[in-house]
């Protein structure tokens, strides 16, 4: 696991840009890779990026796939924090992506179990997630996998927690009865499928959920800490995040003697 710890100040673009080179060069050799997209604030710098690159005309998408992580069950088709919706107004709808090519778990569906099946062939028909951006909850879930859930699950329903649930609600105008009390979820499984995962996370309110990420026992207690068990992780934190790190110094050496061929 690679964590790069960037000054607060920077660390807005600095992420956007480092995750925005990967999925460039990941694009220049794959056009049609299979990118896996997260919702909530912490990617919203790497959207940004991607956006501005595509004006740029230096990335394009019109060959790429997408599936996003989760989605509230139950939020009608046009809420605006339906998974969906937010997707596309914060990032796909300001690309040449197809309008058949991003996908996620459907929250409306009758057949709840039959929806994360399809979810999960749909997945593995496209040949897997080349790259998976992740955020992470205060509770360390990932997806919306909460603590408890089973580190080899797949696509599924849970129950958001409590604190999820209170954490979420500056989406909902601070309402907590507005925040859905269930959602669809990738599995931890599923997740670690991803040829790569890029997570970040900024801010002190995640700093005890990246501390046990990166250097706590693996446990269902902390969903993230499976991470620990993939080859590839690139975990992206501004100081704030990475205030409870043991091995901190550590990880700002070897960032800043890190071979400049290597790439992400
Ligand atoms: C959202 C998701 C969640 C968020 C996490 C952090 O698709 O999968 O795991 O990444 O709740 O949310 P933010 O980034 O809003 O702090």
């Known amino acids: 696991m690679e964590i790069i710890i960037f000054p607060s100040e920077q660390a807005t673009d600095s992420n956007g840009n480092l995750a925005g080179d990967a999925i460039t060069k990941l694009l220049d050799r794959k056009p049609d890779a299979v990118l896996g997209l997260a919702t909530g604030s912490s990617p ?7 956006i501005s690159r595509y004006r740029s005309g230096d990335i394009s998408f019109a060959k790429a796939r997408a599936f996003t992580l989760d989605e509230y069950v139950g939020l009608e088709p046009e809420h605006p924090e339906r998974y969906a919706n937010v997707i596309r107004s914060e990032f796909t709808a300001h690309v040449d992506f197809a309008d058949d090519a991003v996908h996620g778990p459907n ?22 997630v080349d790259l998976q951006i992740l955020g992470i909850g205060t509770d360390g879930h990932i997806g919306f996998n909460e603590p408890g859930s089973s580190l080899a699950s797949r696509t599924r329903i849970k129950t958001l927690t409590a604190q999820t649930r209170v954490d979420n ?15 669809l979820t990738q599995g931890l499984g599923t997740i670690m499928d991803a040829r790569h995962l890029i997570l970040v996370a900024t801010g002190r309110s995640k700093a005890e959920a990246v501390h ?3 250097e706590g026992a693996v446990s269902a207690l902390g969903p993230a800490t499976i ?3 993939h080859p590839h992780v ?10 409870r790190l043991q ?9 800043a003697a890190k071979p ?5």
């Open 247 to 255: 091995l901190a110094d550590y990880y700002r050496q070897t960032y």
């Open 107 to 128: 929250g409306l569906a009758d057949d709840i179990p039959a929806a994360c099946q399809s979810y999960e062939d749909a997945i593995s028909d496209a040949g897997g």
């Open 234 to 243: 690139t975990v992206l934190v501004d100081e704030a995040a990475s205030g």
């Open 44 to 50: 919203l710098p790497i959207y940004r990026n991607l």
């Open 169 to 183: 609600a500056r989406f909902f105008n601070d309402d907590l009865d507005q925040v859905p009390t269930q959602c």
């Open 260 to 264: 400049t061929w290597q790439g992400l």
């Open 212 to 214: 046990q990420l990166a």
């Open 227 to 229: 991470l620990q068990h």
